[in-house]
């Protein structure tokens, strides 16, 4: 049995499923080319990087899928450079634009002058209505159980079916997914794919430092916690010395704040964190993961991955 085709605007993947852009640098060129190459859709991270890195990640991958795959650009709203970022992706040609944790009216009209597609992170039903409004080419409905950025506190097959009966665009389902028999259940309810972040993770393609992997696979049940990041939203992460530092409402000296954010609260620096575990420093920086992060078990290669829920999702249909 094979999968329903995923139609979203020119892109109609092989296997419908989308990686999560996860950044500071957990997902480059190297993962995003890597999901796109075993036939999914790769997303880049334009978050925490320059403008020209971007550039560059965006043209490599392009090399590493020879043109053929999908790849788009995931950009936090709350970044001072959020405009920019965007607006350079898309004079790249990207596939496609997404962007959560915040919502922007604008980029829709800078899809439309660029003529590229852009793909809206909601977590109800309002959001994914004005998003259709606004002119999205797809919605991402994002539940409780993902990691990073949170916009909910409800489960995703909560929501999941609120917003499908709300829209008429596709619907992607995020937040938990993490095998064949999750995607089954989401196209079940009416999605048309899935997106994944963490199980990407632990992969051999993915951009992040080998001790940043090797924290998913160490996680145990019950490992994540919940920590209110800069941003002004709670981000789940797995548990540390660094979390513990800044649970509640406490403060860690900022060494240098280079006013990345267009609102931060200044209790800890959200992107200084991010690098130092995107570096090796994992005890010390926050290590973003989703609550089913414990049943990880292994890294291995992201055709591995597919070929793995492509098995899966046959046995549960």
């Known amino acids: 049995m094979s999968f329903p085709k995923m139609i979203i605007e020119h892109m109609t993947p092989r296997i419908p499923v989308m990686q999560g852009g996860m950044g500071i640098k957990v997902s480059l060129s190297g993962l995003a080319a890597a999901v796109a190459n075993a036939g999914g859709i790769g997303t880049i991270s334009g978050t925490g990087i320059s403008i020209e890195v971007l550039k560059e990640h965006i043209r490599k991958a392009r090399e590493l899928t020879n043109g053929l795959g999908y790849i788009g650009v995931n950009v ?23 962007s959560g944790a915040g ?54 097959f909560d929501i999941l079916p609120e917003v499908v009966e709300a829209v008429n665009i596709p619907v992607i ?3 938990g997914i993490l095998h064949g028999e999750d995607i089954a259940k989401a196209i079940q309810m009416g999605a048309v794919g899935v997106q994944m972040g963490s199980r990407f993770v632990a992969s051999h393609e993915c951009d992040a430092h080998p001790a940043f ?15 209110k990041t800069t941003v002004g ?31 931060c609260s200044y209790r800890f620096c959200t992107r200084d964190s991010l690098m130092k575990s995107i570096d090796g420093d994992v005890e010390n920086g926050l290590v973003f993961a989703g609550a089913r992060v414990h049943e990880i078990r292994e890294i291995m290669s992201v055709q591995a991955i597919m070929d793995t829920l492509m098995k899966e999702y046959e046995l549960a249909t």
């Not at 009216?105 to 793909?119: F, K, L, N, Q, S």
């Not at 080419?137 to 995703?156: C, I, K, N, Q, Y």
């Not at 992997?213 to 920590?227: H, P, R």
Request: proline share 2%.
């Open 213 to 227: 992997k090797q924290m998913y696979l160490d996680c145990k049940e019950g490992g994540t916690v919940l920590v």
């Open 173 to 175: 389902a995020a937040g």
């Open 76 to 98: 936090l709203f709350a970044m001072k450079d959020f405009a920019e970022t965007i607006k350079a992706a898309m004079q790249e040609k990207v596939d496609f634009i997404i």
């Open 233 to 263: 939203l709670e981000g789940r992460a797995i548990k540390n010395h660094f979390t513990d530092m800044i649970f509640g409402d406490k403060k860690v000296k900022i060494d240098k704040c280079d006013s990345c954010l267009k609102h």
């Open 103 to 156: 919502f922007s009216r604008d980029m829709y009209a800078w899809g439309r002058e660029y003529g590229v597609p852009v793909i809206s992170i909601v977590s109800s039903a309002k959001l994914a209505r004005l998003a259709q409004r606004l002119g999205a080419s797809a919605v991402v409905v994002e539940g409780f159980e993902a990691g990073g950025h949170l916009g909910t506190d409800r489960p995703l």
